[in-house]
């Protein structure tokens, strides 16, 4: 019998707001993290590095994604558990302890990390389309470099960052691994709810409310994007 | 369907009544196969075997020998946590696989959704031996017949570090205890609602909680209240025994809920960790070869059983995996291979203390008083969702 008892119980229980939420906020907050890292760094690569400087920077961007994504992030588990890498060398240089693995803060940095080269990419693919005689135009006309990165390389780049971001947000919107192994107490994602209630509960109908959640903000996230020019950019 | 197969538990549920013994098992209604006749002897094997087991119990060093033996050429396929066994199960039709080593979480959802078929005990020489609790434990005999025969058993115990806790704690209030916040892991299976409701048993008793598997509303909610107060006392909640160990290894957690598999293996490896059974008593698991319906191979499961409940076997798999074996007569074998063993173990142990150990079973909506007012297992894992976070 068709009806919408399952939608009601994602609306109405305080549980499910909070999960769809964190990972909403999560998957935003990944996406701008990405795109201020990535921008000066495409920048510098398209526009900055020699040739050589630029292959070596290229091979850095994409040999991570040749290792598996577990690899990556059980690397990062040793680094950020409590006699990791990071907590040793604070101590080392007289530093308390920064108790960040096994917490939502340790997925924000994990996530970051796995899903920068897919912000660069498309960034520098946009940045190195933008024609020198532009910037040459800029110049003649008295802007100042940092005036004709704002006001003319920006412009023209950000179909690339948005394309960028759209990987990033739905990469980080779908994921459920990186939750199981570095989250800690309450960081639950809505794919661990989705695996959840299809392997244990047997609850497929209420994971198929679910799945529609991550699918509608992805539609309306890509309906934004194209109007940003992101689909000529990719 | 799975979703069918749910529904028919709850339906064959609503018409149970009856009251749990532990000398005829369960009396719940009769599951779909209650009315399969098993195999009254043993004919030649078919040649192959096809097993789901958890990682580790179909090893080499038993296995090659059974393939010797009778011909029966095993493929194993290893499954990580119970629902994927029961899923397993129902996969192609059901007409995959032969057997599979089910933990009584899993055992009354295969039982009642019609997967598994009764077995005959009496084709299994070393079941007289078998410690009584398990001839006819309630997570895999209903109304006297057998849904598989049981294997192997363990506690959930208590693991501490024993840097942080010189003296033994004595009671599982050390992991709902604030002064720990951040230090504390858990098991992430919803099963650890029983956990809670044991722990409540004993220190709030005008619940009025018997069994932590049947449980009612207010004593349902009064559990998951404990959990959900514990939540931010958590540093982890562990899904694989793993990484309970690595968690203990790096000195993010310093006492959790585990397997004495986990303290074995922490032990061997050097950490300064110990763990106990603390004075409310613990949950456990009791693990069962179980027959498929469609079994394609019966005659090898026949010889599988027999020859894993053998006191050879028995004792050489539970020194492999840190757990206990069910055939009484294992012990000796134990103390050769590794003396003191058998005690450390409790392969020994009195039936007294099985009251102690609250095997895990799928909770249902019939209570033992025949009552339809408990809180079937898949609210269990909804609210196991709502706890964690």
Same mark, same amino acid.
Request: zero cysteines; aromatic letters at 10%; charged letters at 15%.
């Given at each position: 019998m068709w009806n919408t008892e399952n939608f009601q119980r994602l609306i109405e229980e305080p549980a499910y707001r909070s999960i769809i939420g964190r990972t909403v906020f999560m998957a935003v907050l990944v996406t701008v993290t990405d795109a201020v890292l990535a921008f000066p760094f495409a920048y510098f690569m398209a526009r900055v590095a020699s040739r050589r400087v630029q292959t070596l920077l290229f091979a850095a961007v994409l040999?991570?994604?040749?290792?598996s994504y577990l690899a990556r992030v059980y690397a990062w588990i040793l680094i950020l558990n409590h006699n990791g890498l990071l907590n040793w060398s604070l101590q080392s240089i007289g530093l308390p302890p920064a108790e960040? %693995?096994?917490t939502n803060v340790a997925m924000w940095i994990v996530f970051s990390y796995i899903w920068l080269p897919f912000m660069i990419i498309p960034t520098y693919a946009a940045l190195e389309r933008v024609p020198e005689s532009l910037l040459e135009a800029a110049a003649d006309l008295g802007a100042r470099r940092w005036r004709a990165v704002r006001d003319v390389v920006l412009p023209l780049a950000l179909p690339g960052v948005v394309a960028g971001s759209i990987f990033t947000f739905s990469l980080t919107l779908g994921d459920y691994i990186t939750p199981i192994l570095?989250? %800690?107490?309450? =960081? &639950?994602f809505i794919g661990n709810v989705i695996y959840s209630n299809v392997?244990?509960?047997?609850?497929i109908p209420f994971a198929a409310a679910l799945a529609i959640v991550p699918v509608a903000i992805m539609a309306v996230y890509l309906l934004i994007a194209q109007r940003l020019g992101a689909f000529e950019a990719l | 369907m799975k979703l069918g197969a749910l529904a028919a538990v709850m339906s064959l549920a609503l018409v149970a009544c009856g009251t749990t013994n532990n000398n005829t098992g369960n009396t719940q209604a009769p599951p779909? *196969?209650? +009315?399969m006749k098993p195999l009254d002897k043993v004919g030649p094997g078919e040649g192959q075997l096809n097993l789901i087991a958890? !990682? %580790?119990?179909?090893?080499? &060093?038993w296995a090659k020998p059974f393939t010797t033996q009778t011909g029966c050429v095993i493929n194993a396929k290893y499954a990580g946590y119970s629902d994927e066994m029961v899923s397993l199960m129902k996969s192609?039709?059901?007409? /995959?696989?032969?057997?599979v080593s089910a933990s009584g979480d899993a055992d009354l959802r295969l039982i009642y959704s019609g997967d598994v078929r009764p077995m005959n005990e009496?084709?299994?020489?070393d079941f007289n031996t078998f410690q009584t609790y398990f001839k006819n434990p309630p997570y895999n005999t209903i109304s006297g017949v057998h849904y598989g025969i049981s294997l192997q058993w363990g506690p959930n115990t208590l693991l501490y570090s024993t840097t942080k806790f010189p003296n033994k704690p004595t009671s599982w209030n050390v992991i709902y205890d604030p002064a720990n916040r951040g230090l504390i892991t858990v098991p992430d299976? @919803?099963?650890q609602i029983a956990d809670a409701a044991l722990y409540l048993s004993k220190t /709030?008793? &005008?619940?009025?909680? $018997?069994? @932590?598997? !049947?449980? *009612?509303k207010p004593q349902f909610d009064a559990a998951v209240k404990l959990l959900t107060d514990q939540r931010p006392l958590i540093k982890k909640y562990w899904a694989l025994a793993s990484d309970e160990i690595s968690l203990f290894q790096n000195g993010d957690v310093v006492v959790g809920a585990a397997w004495p598999y986990q303290t074995i293996q922490l032990k061997a490896a050097g950490a300064k960790v110990d763990d106990t059974i603390p004075t409310e008593g613990a949950t456990g698991w009791g693990d069962t070869w179980m027959l498929a319906t $469609?079994?394609?191979?019966p005659n090898c499961a026949y010889l599988w059983t027999q020859y894993v409940s053998t006191a050879k076997v028995q004792a050489e798999q539970a020194l492999f995996f840190g757990e206990t074996p069910?055939? *009484? /007569?294992a012990c000796a074998q134990m103390e050769a291979l590794q003396a003191g063993s058998c005690a450390q173990y409790h392969a +020994?142990? @009195?039936? &007294?203390?099985?009251? =102690?150990i609250h095997f895990w079973k799928t909770p249902i909506p019939t209570c033992a008083d025949g009552s339809q007012n408990c809180i079937p297992y898949d609210k269990w894992v909804s609210a196991w969702t709502t706890i964690k976070g």
């Open positions: 040999l991570p994604l040749w290792a960040i %693995g096994y570095v989250g %800690g107490a309450g =960081s &639950s392997g244990i509960a047997n609850n | 779909p *196969t209650a +009315n958890w !990682e %580790g119990y179909v090893d080499d &060093s192609g039709g059901g007409g /995959q696989y032969d057997m009496k084709l299994i020489p299976n @919803p099963i /709030q008793p &005008s619940l009025g909680i $018997k069994d @932590p598997y !049947e449980l *009612t $469609k079994a394609p191979h069910v055939n *009484t /007569q +020994n142990a @009195p039936g &007294s203390y099985f009251d =102690s």
